[in-house]
């Protein structure tokens, strides 16, 4: 295939290290000349058969493209929808953001009808750490990559298409809405940032405290190290899930809060404590063996729902091979 | 000096190893005789210089020994202080728990005036994983080891032969009062195992968000897996402190809802996101170059509360070399 990344970050730069490795042409573009010149030093050291290239001109990256994949950050994505479908471009775009209700609705808006199609993607590969130094090649193995599946809406030969590129460079290709997707992450990902960030804030002006902070304050609030830009964007574009899922975990943090107050505050704690600790034991569920799954929507979601993903997509694209929890086969 | 180590877990286990590899002679005790027998495997495996041993009697641990370090969980204090000066031990007292006042006040109720005197102790050094199997004998190389120092009622030559023992094996010592260690740890560790077992508790029942779950939510969520006992005595023995330290993570993270709230919830996160990873960044301080301070009560206790901690005890006793965040110096 012949992929455009668009924006070389953390994502878009270890997704062409990815790409290059396998079979694929891959052409890299970023806005910022410093960028470019970083990735370029980088794409010179490729090794062969693991050779990709660096544009400073998005049209050159995408008029011999079969997809394009955006990199960008949530806010920076309407103007390059525009400049990439302003360069003819019609085949098939996807993106990388951790919030995919908006990206559709503004692809479906700013899209043609007889032009470009689209398929949401995420992959939960973040880091603390962004921009191309922070890339590497290997940082897709393993991990979830949700891919957008409407029941209707989505191209089921373009979802396919996207699924065999990513499982094959290693990830686990999710099926799910783009509705589902943005529940599920305002549980496991956004939160956990609003979380870090009150943490966080916590020691602030407590030098003492702030020396004997060890390893749950260290892992507590890891993510607050991100950029507070990125966070307040995937925060606010998805609100309303985030909200839901935050009150969530403030219902339980209050139960935890009242329990100190009960007049055995230990016996009070135990059963919600056991909770939480049984729930981190089961997580990540382990995978059970590999299975042949339909390649049509409702399965595929079905899939998605149970928590399993799709590992291969059959050459003939009527079915997939796919992995669910073991306590769930 | 003649160290009995009581209780041989993920702190005592690992102590006795460190001690044993400095000059110390060190015995262990352990009321489980499957964790005896575990321990005494590894013992025989010490190499020459750095052994030590294990016994079955608390009474044969204590009765030679200059110091006596209570490695038990929180619960089990009471009765081990009662058996430790029931056998006519009159030396020198202190105890790992993560809670000091409580212990502080046990010592002073169950202990005889012309007994053994007790410094309360606190190495930062937890894991997420207990018992002996955990142990590594480089657990505090660089840990913050809070030793309990009060305007009145610590013996200054006890305070500073710990300080000398703990720093011997690489440990920061940290001088702190009682109820300042009890504040700041609520803060930088109580209130973490409360957050991490509110959020990994909301994934319960979604296998999709379980799937999508990666490296915020598992570094969020990883001292969800600490034993809910020892998580529940801890918060339960420092109820007062860990409310005050909730309630304040808590409004920080209200602020952070509101934000959502409004009508620009990115522009309204930013500078609450922006403080949280402001004080992320500062984090851990900088050490400064190492100082020379007079070892007396208030000097000591000022350093503590600036950020500091104590790396060696000068052979005279009369003054230490410490060591401050450097922005301060």
Chains 1, 2 share one sequence.
Not at 53 to 68: E, H, N, P, S, Y
Not at 127 to 154: I, K, M, Y
Not at 213 to 221: I, K, L, P, Q
């Amino acid at each position: 295939m012949n992929v455009a990344v668009i924006g070389l970050g953390l994502i878009g730069g270890s997704l062409v290290q990815a790409l290059a490795a396998t079979e694929h042409q891959v052409m890299g573009f970023d806005a910022d000349p410093a960028t470019r010149a970083v990735a370029r030093t980088a794409a010179a050291r490729a090794p062969a058969g693991a050779r990709w290239q660096v544009t400073g001109a998005l049209r050159d990256a995408v008029v011999i493209a079969d997809l394009v994949v955006l990199a960008v950050p949530l806010p920076a994505l309407p103007p390059v929808v525009s400049e990439v479908t302003a360069g003819g471009y019609r085949g098939l775009i996807t993106d990388v953001t951790s919030v995919k209700t908006p990206v559709r609705d503004l692809a479906t808006a700013a899209l043609p009808p007889d032009g470009p199609r689209y398929v949401g993607g995420h992959p939960m590969a973040g880091r603390e750490f962004s921009g191309f130094p922070a890339a590497q090649p290997d940082l897709f193995a393993g991990c979830a990559w949700v891919l957008c599946l409407e029941s209707s809406g989505t191209l089921l030969a373009d979802w396919l298409e996207l699924a065999a590129l990513v499982t094959s460079i290693g990830a686990r290709a999710v099926p799910a809405t783009a509705s589902e997707h943005d529940d599920a992450v305002a549980a496991v990902s956004h939160v956990p940032h609003l979380l870090a960030a009150g943490l966080a804030t916590a020691v602030t002006g407590d030098p003492l405290a702030a020396a004997l902070a060890a390893g749950s304050f260290r892992d507590g609030t890891r993510v607050a190290a991100t950029r507070p830009e990125l966070v307040a964007a995937m925060c606010a574009g998805n609100a309303t899930a985030v909200r839901q899922a935050l009150d969530i975990v403030l219902a339980n943090v209050a139960a935890l809060r009242s329990a100190l107050d009960a007049p055995d505050p230990a016996r009070a704690l135990h059963p919600l404590l056991a909770g939480g600790h049984a729930a981190r034991g089961a997580w990540p569920p382990a995978p059970g063996e590999p299975v042949v799954v339909a390649a049509r929507v409702a399965p595929l979601l079905e899939l998605g729902r149970a928590g399993g993903w799709v590992t291969a997509v059959a050459p003939d694209r009527r079915t997939v091979t796919a992995v669910r929890p073991a306590a769930q086969q």
